[in-house]
């Protein structure tokens, strides 16, 4: 079983559209959690960080499930410029233990949003 | 503020050749990790530098080597290049003591094509 799992897509949605994202886990020491953006052949960029509270940026709500092990991503109103691949993160390191672990990253989910 | 830095952008060489790419971490930032991404899939750990050592290293040969310098700056190289080893590298930085939930800045990514 791979350390990170995503639906490698693509989901293709019309503009305006609510799409969902899941991701699982295998490490049930993992600590840390993100969702990465990446547009076609550029860097990763940090989107958000992900909480067991669950947290929300704007049009952006992601949610941990450390029961289940998953974590998931939720775009409501998708705008053409959400068009990118999406990376889910999870780190075993938690907070205040010093030094990063090996971070690992799924290989990502690939979002098209349509005019 | 200077973000994370990598040298050259694109690189050819041939099958058995050796490589350098560079990195210059973020200000402030004092860990190096490098990433693989081949196309389509999401970046693989290959090792992180702190304090001039390895602290970590992912699943990939000797022929991939490293090292940081007092700077912090770091250097990946790989030796006897393969066809395979065409990807992408990523070099994402990040504080040691800094918070966990922070996650990684990376840079643009040195585009190494082997022929």
């Known amino acids: 079983r791979k350390e990170v799992e995503q639906d490698p897509g693509p989901f293709n949605v019309p503009e305006g559209a609510t799409v969902a994202f899941n991701c699982t886990y295998s490490n049930s020491a993992s600590q840390s959690f993100f969702w990465y953006r990446q547009d076609c052949r550029k860097e990763p960029k940090l989107l958000m960080s992900v909480y067991s509270s669950g947290n929300e940026d704007g049009r952006f709500t992601a949610q941990l499930n450390r029961a289940s092990q998953y974590i998931s991503l939720l775009i409501r109103d998708s705008k053409l410029s959400d068009s990118a691949t999406y990376l889910c993160v999870v780190n075993p390191r938690g907070g205040g233990s010093g030094g990063y672990q090996k971070v690992t990253f799924g290989t990502g989910t690939k979002l098209q949003v349509i005019p | 503020d200077a973000g994370v830095t990598q040298s050259p952008t694109h690189l050819i060489k041939t099958r058995g050749q050796q490589v350098t790419l560079r990195c210059s971490p973020k200000s402030g930032h004092d860990t190096v990790s490098w990433y693989q991404q081949a196309l389509g899939q999401g970046p693989q750990f290959i090792f992180q530098y702190y304090e001039e050592e390895e602290r970590q290293r992912g699943n990939f040969p000797d022929r991939f080597s490293g090292h940081q310098f007092p700077n912090y700056s770091s250097e990946l190289n790989v030796n006897a290049l393969l066809l395979g080893d065409s990807a992408l590298y990523l070099c994402?930085?990040?504080?040691?003591?800094?918070?966990?939930?922070?996650?990684?800045?990376f840079g643009s990514g040195t585009r190494l094509t082997v022929v």
């Open positions: 994402a930085s990040s504080s040691y003591w800094g918070r966990s939930d922070y996650g990684y800045t």
